[in-house]
């Protein structure tokens, strides 16, 4: 008897199957977002030969492909790059709140927010990640010194992401008051906040426990190298 896959057990692939099917490239069964968009794969649940070698295809020989939450093994060839134990916490409560002042970012702001990504390093964020939902910025003086937004977005759910706050503006509350707008957005549209975070990271978990977020599961965050020896006639592209 084959076990019900909750649409948060592989986040990536349920986003491009579903709300950010518009972003997916396809291979087979493998999807991914462009790559000024999000690193992010989406693998089946379980990966066959092929799922793999559609997947080497379409990332290139010696690319790294970010798999978000696979908890399989990777082929005989392929080198795993990067591996951190990760939580996934979801909405049990939160006290969730707009905030006047936050204001929506635009297209316009990608320069300040990329800045603001490169100082403070709360995981990917790329030129085209805005396209992805909703992002909120606390500014001073005109300076952007804070911002939160949505990422991956499984039917029913939105994630909330690129939490962050200017090293000189922290101990504030800047990043608990844009999490807290960010969901009340996606609670305003009948969606269910979830975030991810490093199973290591204890301060962020304490402060999100304490925002009303619970733990749902464990998880890892995993890239793996494609090999170089991949034939050029599989790169070909989607």
Request: aromatic fraction near 6%; charged fraction near 25%; charge should be negative.
């Amino acid at each position: 008897m084959s076990i019900e896959r909750h649409v948060l057990d592989n986040p990536a692939l349920t986003s491009l199957t579903g709300p950010h099917a518009h972003f997916a490239e396809r291979r087979g069964r493998v999807l991914r977002y462009p790559l000024d968009v999000s690193p992010w794969v989406g693998l089946p649940d379980e990966p066959d030969a092929d799922d793999w070698a559609d997947l080497a295809a379409l990332a290139g020989p010696g690319a790294d492909a970010p798999l978000p939450g696979f908890g399989g093994q990777v082929p005989d060839g392929w080198e795993i790059t990067f591996a951190l134990d990760g939580v996934q916490l979801v909405d049990d409560g939160i006290a969730a709140a707009p905030d006047a002042e936050a204001v929506r970012l635009t297209p316009g702001d990608v320069p300040e927010m990329l800045d603001l990504v490169e100082r403070t390093q709360p995981g990917p964020f790329l030129p085209r990640t805005i396209e992805l939902g909703t992002y909120l910025g606390i500014r001073r003086d005109g300076a952007l010194v804070a911002m939160a937004g949505e990422r991956l977005h499984p039917p029913g759910w939105t994630e909330i992401s690129a939490v962050c706050t200017d090293p000189a503006f922290r101990g504030q509350g800047l990043a608990t008051r844009l999490t807290l707008a960010v969901a009340h957005g996606i609670r305003e549209r009948g969606e269910t906040p979830f975030l991810h975070t490093a199973a290591n990271n204890t301060h962020a978990l304490r402060l999100y426990e304490s925002l009303g977020f619970r733990l749902r599961r464990t998880t890892r965050f995993l890239s793996a190298r494609v090999p170089r020896h991949v034939a050029d006639e599989q790169a070909v592209g989607i």
